[in-house]
């Protein structure tokens, strides 16, 4: 299997070389493993792509590259560059410094990387390792990723629901803030919505008495109710929920026909 692995911390972080371990144990033995990530951190970017300028690609090694762009534009760079004669067989995204549920979803990199390449027609994984009292001053807050990152990418390559038409689904994975040992097992989860967790901004002057403002989240450990991803994960759970890139409100669809048709 071939393995194209990214993420939106940026090349050198540490969760990337928990994604690499893991990426190598299950592309196997023959396999190959691809890194293209950004050559500097982009957390929070999303979707993005460097459309009105270009992109520096550097070699950093074998089967490693950096990119100064965003994770989709990594995800661009390794299937129409990198790997452009040879496409990867399965997309990695992450693993993330904290968590991707609930809201966090539509502004993370982690995920932009992964739907793009689900937009690719490539199978396509989010995997996200939650912060919070439990594994925070763990020697590896990323412990439960590492540990349980393997059976649980087999788990979803094995029995998840992959399609080969119009906006594919594609994973985002959140492994939870506690030990290796304490994590229970994979829930199939639904994007929770913190009611009490709102971005905002933090305004500070510089000494030169110019305003700059700093972006700010909410509480990440409220629930989000049952079923969904930060519930989930509060409870100890692994959550998987399938995504699409699709965002039309369908519920929505016959209601608002017959409104406008009248």
Not at 108 to 121: C, F, H, N, P, R
Not at 142 to 148: G, N, Q, T
Not at 205 to 218: A, Q, T
Request: aromatic share 8%; with cysteine; hydrophobic share 35%.
């Amino acid at each position: 299997m071939r393995i194209l692995i990214t993420n939106d911390d940026g090349i050198n972080a540490p969760g990337l070389e928990t994604l690499a371990a893991i990426a190598h144990e299950v592309s196997g033995p023959d396999g190959e493993v691809w890194t293209v990530a950004p050559a500097f951190e982009q957390s929070g970017v999303g979707h993005c792509i460097s459309y009105t300028h270009p992109t520096m690609l550097s070699k950093f090694g074998e089967r490693r590259y950096a990119a100064e762009g965003s994770p989709a534009d990594c995800v661009l760079a390794g299937i129409h560059e990198v790997l452009k004669d040879t496409k990867p067989d399965l997309i990695l995204s992450g693993v993330n410094r904290g968590n991707n549920a609930a809201e966090n979803v539509l502004y993370s990199g982690t995920i932009g990387g992964a739907m793009e390449g689900a937009l690719q027609g490539i199978p396509s994984i989010a995997l996200s390792q939650f912060y919070g009292p439990g594994n925070a001053s763990l020697d590896n807050p990323f412990e439960s990723a590492a540990v349980h990152g393997v059976r649980t990418v087999r788990a979803i390559l094995d029995q998840g629901i992959w399609e080969t038409r119009g906006y594919q689904v594609f994973y985002n994975v959140n492994f939870p803030p506690c030990t290796a040992d304490e994590t229970r097992d994979i829930r199939i989860t639904t994007q929770g919505w913190r009611d009490k967790t709102t971005m905002g901004v933090e305004p500070h002057l510089s000494p030169s008495g110019r305003m700059f403002l700093w972006v700010r989240g909410g509480p990440q450990h409220h629930p989000t109710g049952e079923g969904t991803d930060v519930t989930a994960n509060i409870d100890g759970y692994i959550s998987v929920t399938p995504l699409r890139a699709d965002l039309t409100a369908y519920d929505l669809i016959a209601d608002l026909r017959g409104r406008f048709d009248g």
